[in-house]
């Protein structure tokens, strides 16, 4: 059974960062795509931004410049700096887990981390 546990959220002030990681533990087949995504109050789960194996990134336009999504080598844990941090990135972050090629069917979720940007 896959895992993802997730830490680094809080409360910040606007302009200051923060730094989200994510662990996942259990087996996991084929190459993997692992990326963060968050979900603020009254709004959809949005996609922040991913990370392939092969250390290609993908970010979504309002945290590009702020935010830079890495990995440790070899291990499947991503983590995310936060940089420049607006009211605007309030909500809970989530970690995610997805193939990075077809024919694998798999979609992993952590339980979430609340991270507030006060202004």
């Known amino acids: 059974q896959v895992q993802l546990v997730e830490s680094g959220g809080g409360l910040v002030q606007a302009g200051g960062s923060l730094r989200l990681s994510c662990a996942a533990s259990?087996?996991?087949?084929?190459?993997?795509?692992m990326g963060w995504y968050r979900q603020a109050p009254g709004k959809q789960r949005e996609l922040v931004a991913g990370i392939s194996d092969g250390g290609r990134t993908n970010y979504a336009d309002s945290v590009k410049g702020r935010f830079t999504i890495s990995r440790a080598y070899g291990k499947p844990t991503v983590y995310l700096q936060m940089n420049s941090l607006r009211p605007e990135d309030t909500a809970v972050y989530y970690c995610?887990?997805?193939?990075?090629?077809?024919?694998?069917?798999?979609?992993?979720w952590g339980q979430g981390t609340q991270v507030t940007v006060s202004s």
């Open positions: 995610n887990v997805k193939p990075g090629r077809v024919g694998y069917d798999y979609d992993y």
């Open positions: 259990g087996i996991i087949f084929g190459p993997i795509i």
